[in-house]
């Protein structure tokens, strides 16, 4: 270890202001050529993540599952999945990350198992009233012989939130709850047992030198079944509820359960850091974020914005002075395995139908309805703005989570053909919505070859379909290109490495409404050009930016630099 990777490994605020590359194992890199990615393939790109300069990696689930939602269908807690490696392979993988000085972060899905593990199966064979049962969420049905879902309540994936079960004697029996797929049960957390679990769980992955957690739909696990909720419009509007009075949603016993996990963080030196995934009322969200609790939680305000300078500054002003209430830093983040890829939002034009209501290109939600058609996406200016948000974004105090592929420009998938796709989301909602996947295809490593350089020349073809055009966005051709975005987040994280000081921003007069412009501790200063017209070049010395400068003295449209 360098002496920088022994003082960062001791640092017990190392998440404070850590830019987060997120990895989605089976899409990342596959290293023994079965079109699906594994641990030795995170463990071979080593070197390309030390290169980009990130400080930790959070990993997607990588544990045994039947990929019913793509890995967070756990079917073993304290496992790896045989597909993607072992045990062994994970610790390689830590002490490989680790000696170049970058933090591991794992994934932790408590609010549901998957229907494989052992829990639910024993559950389902042990019958109505056993204990078994009791760490799931089964009920009667309504009706004359219970051919009723218990209520009427939808999962997020679409169709009800509730399944029957065969009883062992082969009658149609009880119901179990789920609030995603049905091949996701969730877990009874008033049960003692639920909880000892997961703290052996936390034990164990913290224990092999794992640093922190991101915990997956962190405001489900407490539930009030039996409440009256009969407005499905807001059965999943957690965002709308301020109170805790949502049945479902960020109940305030959840906090009891992080209380908790806090003790466990807390044993270890340094302690385990966490960030919750919280989509709540934004007036609740610090709870999630507390030191008594995960310590930090995603803000996905930004990602949902529209790209423009009034609304950036009011939910970054919004959300350090909510960080600074709680002692806990903020986090920003534009892309990840759920949301259609900035790069594309930003380019999605008025005929996309993502324009009614929502500002176009916000959250990418209603093209993905409208089924993701690429036609309607300027590749260009969507590539420009996600450049000039993402230089802005690594500008500003707090953790910055990056999701592989940004670093390379990559747009989302539009075209994955019906048969290919995999997310529960389009087939419970079939011609509705098209799901995730398109977020979701592996990477391109280099421009020729099977795969793309995904897997091995030769191997199986990877698990998604990639797209012809992923040649010219493969890491291999983009490294060492002037003006490539490759180059382009090297050189800015670089920078951030030897910016970043106290958490603190000064905002600074602009010279124009569609300009935002702020000053960080140090001296140096980010100056983003939201509109389309080109203003005047702050003075100073340019230090990065996000696209070409034309060299007359001018900033032009969607682009951010940094100057000193
Ligand atoms: C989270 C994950 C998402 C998953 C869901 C259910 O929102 O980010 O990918 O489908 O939880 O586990």
């Known amino acids: 270890m360098t002496n920088d990777a022994e003082h960062v ?31 030795v ?3 071979s790109r080593v070197p390309y993540l030390a290169e980009l300069g ?116 082969g009658t149609p029996g009880q119901w ?48 009030d079944l039996d409440a009256a909720h009969d407005d499905l419009t807001t059965i999943h509007r957690a965002e709308l509820f301020s109170d805790g009075s949502h049945p479902l949603w960020d109940r305030d016993d959840v906090h009891d359960v992080y209380a908790e996990w806090r003790r466990v963080f807390d044993e270890y030196d340094p302690p385990r850091t966490a960030v919750a995934e919280a989509w709540v009322h934004a007036d609740r969200r610090a709870r999630y974020a507390s030191p008594e609790g995960l310590g930090q939680a995603f803000n996905f305000d930004l990602l949902q914005a529209g790209f423009d300078a009034d609304s950036f500054r009011e939910v970054i002003a919004k959300n350090l002075a909510e960080a600074a209430a709680t002692g806990a830093s903020s986090t920003w983040v534009f892309s990840n395995h759920d949301v259609v890829r900035h790069a594309t939002r930003y380019g999605l034009t008025e005929e996309s139908g993502a324009a009614g209501g929502t500002p176009v290109g916000a959250d990418g939600k209603a093209w993905l309805l409208a089924g993701g058609d690429p036609e309607y996406v300027d590749d260009a200016l969507g590539l420009r703005r996600a450049r000039a948000a993402t230089l802005l974004m690594l500008a500003l105090p707090g953790s910055a989570y990056l999701y592989q592929g940004e670093e390379l420009g990559l747009p989302e998938v539009g075209e994955i053909a019906d048969r290919d796709r995999q997310d529960p989301a389009f087939f419970r909602n079939t011609g509705v919505e098209i799901g995730r996947d398109g977020c979701r295809v592996p990477l391109p490593w280099t421009a020729a070859g099977t795969s793309f350089g995904f897997g091995p020349d030769g191997g199986a073809a990877p698990h998604l379909p990639q797209p012809a055009w992923f040649a010219e966005y493969a890491a291999e051709a983009e490294t060492g290109a002037p003006g490539s975005t490759l180059e382009f987040y090297r050189a800015a994280l670089r920078l951030r490495h030897e910016l970043q000081d106290a958490e603190t921003l000064d905002w600074l007069e602009a010279s124009d409404p569609a300009v935002l412009a702020f000053a960080r501790p140090g001296g140096w200063r980010s100056v983003t050009n939201f509109g389309d017209d080109a203003v005047p070049l702050p003075g100073g010395e340019v230090l990065v930016a996000s696209g070409p400068l034309p060299g007359d003295g001018t900033l032009p449209g969607a682009t951010t630099v940094w100057v000193r």
């Open 41 to 43: 393939g995170v463990t």
């Open 176 to 223: 179990y709850f789920h609030l995603f797929a049905k091949e996701q049960p969730d877990l009874n957390w008033e049960h003692p047992e639920v909880h000892a679990d997961f703290l052996r769980t936390l034990r164990f992955w913290s224990d092999r030198g794992v640093d922190g957690f991101r915990v997956d739909v962190a405001h489900g696990l407490k539930k």
């Open 9 to 39: 490994a001791s640092d017990p605020n190392w998440w404070r202001q850590a830019a987060v590359y997120q990895i989605y194992p089976r899409s990342f890199a596959d290293a023994d050529g079965n079109g699906i990615g594994d641990l």
């Open 54 to 169: 990130i400080d930790a990696v959070w990993l997607s689930p990588f544990y045994p599952s039947a990929l019913a939602d793509g890995g967070y269908d756990v079917d073993d807690y304290r496992d790896v999945d045989p597909k993607i490696g072992t045990l062994d392979e994970f610790d390689e993988m830590v002490e490989a990350l680790h000696g170049a000085g970058i933090k591991v972060i794992v994934d932790i899905v408590p609010n549901h198992s998957s229907d494989r593990h052992e829990w639910f199966r024993a559950a389902v064979a042990a019958g109505k009233g056993s204990p078994e049962r009791e760490r799931y969420l089964f009920r009667d049905g309504r009706g004359a012989n219970g051919e009723l879902p218990p209520n009427d309540w939808t999962s997020i994936f679409g169709g009800g939130a509730w399944e029957r079960v065969t009883e062992p004697d």
